[in-house]
């Protein structure tokens, strides 16, 4: 208890404020990943909507199937 009191006791204002630095900085990287996170995120389900496929001419009564699902689903239903 002599060492922490001689030695960590003095200085626990510093330590206060770099606890307290750290946790700021931790939230607001936090925040900024979050939101890179959830912009990743958008930006594919955006892809998802708006790309449309180029079905060829010769699967054309396979069109109205596209047109209705996601491309995922299309893909498994293309398959059977």
């Known amino acids: 208890m002599k060492y922490f009191d001689d030695n960590w006791d ?4 510093e330590w206060d ?3 307290k630095s ?3 900085e931790l939230l607001a990287n936090f925040f900024i990943e979050l939101h890179m996170e959830r912009t990743e995120r958008d930006h594919k389900a955006i892809n998802v909507v708006h790309k ?3 079905i060829p001419s010769n699967m054309l009564p396979i069109k109205k199937y596209s047109d209705l699902l996601t491309q995922y689903s ?5 398959k059977e």
């Open 10 to 13: 003095p200085i626990k204002d």
């Open 52 to 54: 449309i496929p180029i």
């Open 17 to 19: 404020r770099s606890i």
């Open 22 to 24: 750290t946790l700021e």
């Open 74 to 78: 299309f893909n498994h239903v293309e």
